[in-house]
Structures are given as C-alpha cells and as structure tokens.
C-alpha cells in the first residue's frame, strides 16, 4: 500500500452514487464496530440509512478510493432532509435547519489513517456546503459515552483534538439521540449525541 487513495466528490444528482451503497453500507458496519460506537450493523439497515442520501440531491458523499476500492468515505446534507430529530435542538436553539449542513460521517478503514485523507473528507465536505450558497454552519455529532465504558479501549483516544484543529466547537447545548444496536445488546437503545459546529 503505497501513496494516497484518490479522492472523489459525488452529490445526490449523480447516478454513480446508486453503485456505491453496497460498498459504502459494508465499510460504515466494519468501522463503525469499533468503540466508541460498538455497532452491531445489518446491510438492510444500512442501505435504508443511505437511502436519504440518494434522494437528496445536495447531498454529498467524498469517497477514498485505492485501487477502485472505496476505503474511505464522508457523508453530508443539508440538515433540513435530515430526521426531526436532528433537527430539533436546532429549532430549539432558535438555528433554522435550512441554514446548516449536516455532516453525517467519516470512516476510513485504519491502515489508511494518519496519511491527511481525514482532513482532506472535512474540506471537500464544507466546501460542497459552501457552494449550496445558503448553508451558514457546519455541524456533525458524536456519540457520548461514560469514561469508564467497559468496552473503552485502554489506548482510546477521542478525536476531539483533531476536530478543534479543523476549527470546530463542541456544543454541549446541541444534544440528540439516535438510536442502534450495539455489539453487546440485545435490541437498539438511543444514544446521546453531542454536535460540533464550525461557521462556513
């Protein structure tokens, strides 16, 4: 494994987007196994979830490819398509939906990281926001979960440094669950989600 992976930006209004769900389905199940989300993923599931980004067509997904493999991807849209209950501390807030951007993830598969593919998903991501013309911020949310999560590994690092480096801010007052089955349960529980915020 040599070099950089290519980068490509697609959006809901291209047709290749449809060839990618299976294989984007498959990397967000493997990486996102991983603490601190511990999911225990389903294809079905998966290619539902996608769906929305399908039929939004200012939606974005940068994709990493090596060797015509995705091993990478961020997702994003406008988080007016997104659920209410995404929405709803922004409402809250007094924040109009149709003037946010809602990155949805990033996964890279590990031997990738550390090679600046990250950073390059934030960029492309906030710079298709930017061309919307009408998006004022950028947020995405991470998972909340107890230091002492039995299943934190030892040499678990959040990547909240990082996310401060790209020049976002938590905010402890934009909260939200989603909910999913994680490895060690027996049926889907709702997890507190805390949302970071960068203005475009």
């Known amino acids: 494994m040599e070099g950089l992976p290519e ?20 990397l967000r ?16 599931y998966e290619r539902n979830y996608l769906r929305t980004y399908l039929e939004c067509p200012d939606s974005v997904v940068v994709l990493a ?33 149709a003037t946010v951007f809602y990155g949805g993830e ?6 990738w990281r550390g090679r600046g593919i990250y950073r390059a998903f934030f960029e492309r991501r906030e710079a298709h926001a930017r061309s919307l ?9 991470a998972v909340v979960r107890a230091d002492d999560h039995p299943r934190r ?15 976002y801010r938590r905010r ?13 349960e027996q049926a889907p529980s709702a997890k507190p989600m805390v949302f970071w915020e960068k203005a475009l």
């Open 65 to 97: 490819l090596a060797e015509g493999e995705i091993v990478g991807a961020s997702t994003g849209l406008p988080l007016d398509a997104e659920t209410t209950e995404f929405q709803a501390p922004f409402r809250a807030a007094g924040i109009e939906p």
């Open 7 to 26: 980068i490509r930006v697609l959006t809901g209004r291209d047709a290749q987007l449809h060839g990618c769900v299976n294989d984007l389905a498959r």
């Open 133 to 141: 013309g009408r998006c004022r911020r950028m947020v995405f949310c």
């Open 153 to 167: 590994p030892p040499d678990y690092v959040p990547l909240d440094a990082v996310w401060e480096r790209f020049g």
């Open 106 to 111: 990033s996964v890279l598969l590990p031997a």
């Open 29 to 44: 199940i493997t990486v996102f196994r991983d603490f601190p989300y511990l999911y225990d993923g389903s294809l079905d």
């Open 172 to 184: 402890a007052d934009l909260v939200t669950e989603y909910e999913w089955q994680d490895l060690d």
